[in-house]
């Protein structure tokens, strides 16, 4: 099996590195190219060497500024701690850039000064009075940087944890669903099969234990998947009508219509067992007559809808106010749960008779497994 490439970011002192020398290079080139185009006369190769180099006390000292900022946050700017600690670290970097500068300076005279630069301490001094506005800023600039860097690593770990609930969510969702299909279902199955013993029909007894442990078999080998193959999801409703079949007889007929190309999509999974549970108790189960249940499935405009019919009765007028159903209520919110607001659930009657349970969500062509 090929293994998967994987992206990682540079390290941060990597862009540390590059942003600083970017700064010393800009600065440099810009302050040599200026003088020299006003006329006037420096030792050239040492003050470009002097101005790319001044930078590196603040390249190094970016990390520990970093570090600062998360342990003294900007926003405790209230806590004298924070202005305290922020202040002697902006002074301790300030005196360190200073002295570096100086002892550049004292060593190649960039400026090319007669008889020569001034003495060290003398030097060191100017250069730290000269800059605390720099420093100042160049310090906060950090701080905000920092800040900006720790909020949007918050933010990440916030979306994270709340993409962990949310798919927690959804499988306890998707448990209590199970929950609720395999208790009243393995019930009225087994007094089904009890009723069929009573009648001495025992080869449909058989057939109909051995539906419903392939039934119970997938529920229990897709505990943990929330989305299956189209496919896949239409042979569990299948195995679930095939056992309605020996309760209901010739009184269940059952017609799919799905294209193939649809098979591959991926769909929640029991996203239609609860659909075609309503269609059997609530449609055909009331009609002494029985009727068709019709799965059906198409394709438009990047959205697959997934609609199951039965010829049962119309639903009454205010059907959404007394309806109690909790299975189709918890598979609204399991969609609403993976698909935030792009997905639509309906339940209409339809012209003819019958009542139709639609569901629409975005569609995803399953990856092919290696």
């Known amino acids: 099996m090929p293994t998967a490439l994987t992206r990682t970011e540079p390290p941060r002192w990597f862009w540390i590195a590059a942003i600083w020398s970017g700064v010393g290079l800009f600065d440099a080139t810009q302050t040599v190219f200026v003088m020299r185009a006003e006329g006037m006369h420096h030792a050239w190769g040492h003050l470009f060497v002097t101005l790319l180099l001044s930078w590196l006390p603040w ?10 900022s998360r342990q003294y946050p900007p926003d405790q700017w209230r806590r ?6 922020h202040i002697s670290a902006c002074a301790a970097i300030g005196l360190v850039y200073a002295a570096w500068i100086a002892g550049w300076e004292k060593l190649l005279n960039p400026w090319a000064k007669p008889p020569g630069p001034d003495p060290f301490i003398d030097l060191w001094l100017h250069k730290f009075d000269n800059g605390l506005l720099s420093y100042l800023i160049l310090y906060g600039v950090l701080l905000l940087i920092a800040y900006m860097l720790d909020s949007r ?23 209590a669903l199970r929950r609720q299909i395999e208790p009243h279902f393995l019930f009225n199955t087994l007094n089904a099969i009890a009723g069929l013993v009573r009648e001495k029909r025992n080869d449909a007894a058989v057939s109909m234990i051995a539906g419903l442990s392939d039934f ?6 897709d505990s943990d998947r929330q989305q299956v ?4 999801e239409l042979e569990f409703a299948q195995k679930y009508l095939d056992i309605q079949k020996v309760r209901f007889a010739e009184h269940l007929q059952v017609s799919v219509d799905v294209p193939a190309e649809l098979f591959s999509a991926e769909v929640p999974s029991l996203i239609l067992q609860p659909m075609v549970e309503n269609a059997v108790k609530h449609g055909i189960a009331q009609r002494v007559q029985g009727g068709v249940i019709r799965i059906a499935a198409s394709r438009c405009n990047g ?4 609609s199951v019919y ?20 918890n598979v609204r919110t399991r969609l609403r749960g993976l698909y935030g607001d792009k997905f639509e659930m309906r339940l209409q009657n339809e012209r003819t008779g019958g009542v139709t349970a639609s569901v629409s969500i975005p569609f995803i062509a399953a990856v092919p497994k290696e």
């Open 80 to 85: 004298f701690a924070t202005w305290g600690v």
């Open 310 to 329: 039965n010829e049962g009765p119309s639903l009454p007028a205010d059907w959404e106010k007394t309806s109690s159903g909790v299975g189709i209520s």
């Open 216 to 221: 119970l078999r997938r529920v229990v080998q």
């Open 59 to 68: 390249a190094l000292a970016t990390p520990w500024v970093l570090r600062l």
């Open 303 to 306: 959205t697959i809808t997934l």
């Open 229 to 232: 193959r189209l496919i896949e």
């Open 153 to 175: 690593e918050r933010l990440a770990m916030q979306r994270t944890e709340a993409a962990k609930l949310s798919e927690q969510l959804s499988k306890a969702q998707l448990n």
